[in-house]
């Protein structure tokens, strides 16, 4: 019978805590988490991965990249028999080494009524893939604070820049938002995901 993991996975080295509380069937594939980890931090999945399970790595191949002797798509959850508390890690992007640690929190009975996987609860922005990994995005959100935005804006406008400063102003857009989380968003995205509809990968490029 098909069981429902309740996983905390949140980002390493960050503080505070960027996290995701998700709801997820113990039939989905490595394949299916990663690309559900992807989804709720709001990553186009641009860079390679591989998760660390019991010892052994796991992920998507890819030529020119990593490759791995398990089919990410056969290997299921259920297949590691995991334990209430126990902990694995993703990571994503090894430029940046982005380390994002899982734990089972919960193992429920499924709820027929709900599509998986969904996400519950959230915290903070997922950061920008590529903005250098956990310490500079957080001196990134030191730089752009609500003060520096407002007086940089404030320049902006006295120097009549606002047109031709589009591109610093779609940062500032971010940088305003970084400690909300749009769980709406993100569970529109793995609705998509769970009806095999790709404009999830789209639409976040977009954001």
Not at 27 to 49: E, R
Not at 56 to 64: F, L
Not at 119 to 134: A, F, L, N, Q
């Amino acid at each position: 019978m098909v069981e429902i993991y309740q996983i905390k996975a949140w980002i390493r080295k960050i503080s505070p805590i960027i996290y995701r509380r998700i709801l997820l069937p113990d039939t989905f594939s490595l394949a299916d988490l990663h690309h559900t980890l992807q989804i709720i931090f709001g990553w186009p999945d641009t860079y390679l991965h591989q998760f660390k399970i019991h010892g052994k790595r796991y992920g998507i191949s890819k030529p020119g990249g990593m490759w791995f002797s398990d089919s990410p798509k056969e290997v299921q959850l259920k297949s590691f028999g995991f334990r209430l508390k126990e902990r694995f890690l993703y990571e994503y992007n090894f430029f940046d080494q982005w380390e994002i640690e899982i734990r089972i929190e919960k193992i429920l009975p499924i709820d027929t009524k709900k599509t998986y996987p969904i996400c519950i609860e959230g915290r903070g922005s997922g950061p920008p893939e590529d903005c250098g990994g956990p310490w500079a995005f957080m001196e990134l959100k030191d730089k752009y604070s609500p003060w520096h935005i407002e007086a940089r804006l404030l320049e902006m406008i006295v120097e009549d820049e606002l047109e031709c400063r589009s591109e610093e102003i779609d940062k500032f857009k971010y940088w305003l938002q970084a400690d909300k989380f749009d769980r709406k968003r993100a569970n529109c995205w793995l609705m998509q995901y769970s009806q095999g509809i790709d404009d999830w990968m789209w639409e976040i490029e977009e954001v």
